[in-house]
């Protein structure tokens, strides 16, 4: 009976201390509402300094991380943005906001110009993606041969991979990587010279890189590309040489409708981008089409509701109708004093009517959702195209005990 009486009470100590150690630190609610308040407001200086408190309280839950990474995409620090986004997924991968914060580190990348991943993800895999700032480096993973950077991302398996990049003339370059699920991991290399290589005869040293390149691509006739405000000169190869760090690149061309994305160069990295450029005049049909079935579709529903409310008077005359027959007093003369009298075909006609306009009012209202679906369309398809017509989407999290419950997604879409 002891031997019971003190396993129970280790049991109870046990589960007291685990509830106690699921409670976060003291302050760090106070800390993180703070911090998410301050970022919906805007604050984002002062969300940061609220948001780094409670990570600092306690470093192992997601929250603080998750709402960084949106108070970097606020700000456009696209390498925090990614940095914290990536925490806040290694710390709980299984979490109710993995998939907001996942679109979040998409948003990012895109936004600091890294390749997409155009694949699908199965079951406890992600995608590595591997570049230097030398073309043509040889990528090692795992022990086995990749290709040459820069490597586009393709898949993997979740888990630790060690990478090495190597080229003549330069100290190979190793490091350790941990492979998130269902998102990008980048691996960005700068290889250092190899100061024996000229003097051992080993290899040859080659003069650092110190630019990356743009290569636009687009069908549009007459095309003038601007990197950062100027109209750049190509090179001999077809690229545009560029500083390392992030761009904007506008395309432009007669009877065109420009487009501007922003792209993130380092050094020896080739970045392309793919511009197809629409004609204005298919732009402007799109636009006069979508106006054309949304304006259809609105008087579809005026019709509709007209329509409406003559069923439901014909309904309500023939019901009045019907009780002025059915109470009206047995008599054999007429008086003036009795309503003129209605008969049942009367009444049936009425009954037509109502249910006619009914009909009428039904197909309407579908024609004009049909109308109006068919507009949006055309409108979504008019809208502009490039960074700088349409605001990047903003996934935010919402809040629940340990961080977050949920998302939201803040935007601006002008037509």
């Known amino acids: ?37 301050a970022y919906r407001l805007g604050q984002y ?14 470093p192992q839950l997601p929250g603080p991380w998750r709402f960084l990474a949106a108070v970097a995409q606020a700000e456009q620090d696209w390498a925090t943005c990614i940095t914290s986004a990536r925490e806040a997924i290694r710390l709980n991968p299984r979490s109710a906001e993995i998939a907001a914060t996942r679109q979040l580190h998409d948003q990012c990348r895109t936004a600091a110009g890294k390749a997409e991943f155009g694949g699908t993800y199965e ?12 073309l043509g480096a ?32 330069y100290l190979a370059a190793t490091r350790k990587v941990e492979v ?6 980048d691996v960005d290399f700068v290889l250092e010279v ?43 190869n077809g690229r545009y040489p560029v500083d390392e760090g992030g761009h904007e690149v506008e395309v432009s061309a007669p009877e065109h409708e420009p487009i501007v994305k922003t792209v993130r160069v380092i050094k020896g990295q080739l970045v392309t981008v793919r511009a197809p450029l629409r004609s204005q005049a298919s732009v402007d049909k799109n636009r006069r089409l979508g106006n054309v079935f949304i304006g259809a579709g609105t008087g579809l529903v005026v019709a509709g509701a007209v329509t409406a409310l003559l069923s439901l008077r014909a309904s309500d005359q023939a019901r009045d109708w019907w009780v002025i027959e059915t109470t009206r007093p047995s008599l054999t003369v007429p008086t003036e004093d009795i309503h003129p009298l209605r008969t ?61 419950l949920g998302a939201a997604a803040i935007g601006e879409v002008r037509w």
């Open 138 to 169: 040889e990528v090692t993973i795992g022990g086995l041969k990749y290709g040459s950077t820069p490597m586009a991302p393709r898949v993997f398996a979740v888990g630790e991979v060690e990478v090495k990049v190597e080229k003549s003339g």
């Open 123 to 134: 079951v406890a895999q992600d995608a590595l993606s591997v570049t230097s700032d030398q």
């Open 1 to 37: 009976m002891r031997m019971r009486s003190l396993l129970v009470f280790a049991l109870l100590v046990c589960a007291a201390s685990a509830a106690s150690a699921q409670q976060p630190p003291k302050g760090f609610l106070e800390e993180f509402q703070k911090g998410t308040d």
């Open 180 to 185: 998130l699920p269902e998102i990008v991991t």
């Open 45 to 58: 200086d002062e969300a940061k300094v609220h948001l780094e408190a409670a990570k600092k309280l306690d």
């Open 194 to 236: 190899d100061p024996e290589a000229a003097h051992t005869g080993l290899g040859t040293a080659v003069a650092e890189i110190t630019q990356g390149w743009i290569k636009v691509e687009t069908g549009a006739p007459g095309a003038v590309v601007r990197i950062d405000g100027k109209v750049s000169e190509i090179d001999e």
């Open 344 to 404: 049942r075909a009367d009444i049936d006609d009425k009954v037509d009517q109502a249910k006619r306009y009914s009909l009428i009012s039904n197909i309407s209202y579908g024609a004009a959702a049909v109308a109006i679906g068919v507009g949006a369309y055309f409108l979504v398809k008019s809208r502009p195209a490039g960074e700088k017509k349409t605001k990047a989407m903003t996934v935010v999290p919402l809040l629940d005990g340990e961080g977050g």
